[in-house]
């Protein structure tokens, strides 16, 4: 699905598995946002394929936290040129945690080339800003992409509803600062680890008003 000009969407439409939505950005440098489950892959290979692109083609892939429906399939681009970013944090709490994840996880001896943090990332064409967004997952991070006010939450929020706090070092109070600060940003679109886009600046506060005055009270 395009969304915009040089942005589509791998929506994760199955009504009984559970796997993340895939984002890819075309820009002078392909860039793929959260490559989902291992077993799934095809949902994304097949998605670009209907563009006429392959895995081969990437050039990054972010990942916005360390959960297995979301990082698995780095494993894929193990020996292609793709660059593999994930947050430094993010990687500690994979290491830590991941025993608790058996072999689900399965990526805690990988390391990834680019260690992310807060601030800017230029990728090519494209200026995100690394967003550390913790509560969901200890080092999750959201991208930010102010040029189209595009905001990448992975499962930190969705359209009606925030990412769960009792998997492993989860933490609601956290999650709900973690919010409040992305409800500061200019955004148009959320594009999140599940369910569908919230599209317009007004269904955006819309949004994080809803999530404030209604979620925040079960966390
Ligand atoms: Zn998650």
Same mark, same amino acid.
């Given at each position: 699905m395009k969304i915009l000009d040089n942005l589509h969407a791998f929506l994760w439409e199955h009504p009984m598995a559970n796997? $993340?939505?895939t984002y890819f950005i075309d820009g002078f440098k392909k860039i793929l946002i959260d490559p989902g489950h291992y077993d799934f892959f095809s949902h994304v290979r097949d998605g670009?394929?209907?563009?006429? /692109?392959?895995p081969e083609d990437m050039d990054v892939v972010l990942v916005t936290h360390g959960h297995p429906d979301h990082i698995e399939s780095v494993r894929i681009f193990a020996d292609m040129k793709a660059l593999i970013a994930v947050s430094q944090k993010e990687m500690d709490f994979i290491r830590e945690v991941a025993p608790h994840y058996g072999q689900?996880?399965?990526?805690?001896d990988f390391e990834p080339p680019i260690l992310l943090r807060e601030g800017d990332l230029q990728l090519g064409d494209v200026s995100l800003q690394v967003i550390e967004s913790p509560g969901h997952s200890p080092g999750?991070? $959201?991208? @930010? &992409?102010? %040029?189209?006010?595009v905001l990448f939450s992975?499962?930190? /929020?969705?359209?009606?509803?925030?990412?769960?706090? %009792? /998997?492993?070092? =989860?933490? =609601?109070e956290i999650l709900k600062e973690s919010i409040h600060r992305l409800a500061g940003l200019d955004v *148009?679109?959320?594009?999140?680890?599940? =369910? *569908?886009?919230?599209?317009?600046?007004?269904?955006?506060?819309?949004? +994080?008003? *809803?999530? *404030?005055?209604? &979620? +925040? =009270? @079960?966390?």
């Open positions: 796997n $993340c939505n670009l394929a209907a563009l006429s /692109l392959t689900a996880l399965a990526v805690e999750s991070v $959201c991208f @930010y &992409w102010p %040029d189209h006010k992975g499962d930190v /929020l969705f359209n009606g509803g925030i990412g769960r706090t %009792d /998997l492993p070092m =989860g933490n =609601g *148009e679109y959320v594009f999140s680890g599940h =369910g *569908e886009p919230v599209t317009g600046g007004t269904a955006v506060q819309q949004n +994080f008003q *809803e999530i *404030e005055s209604f &979620w +925040f =009270g @079960y966390i």
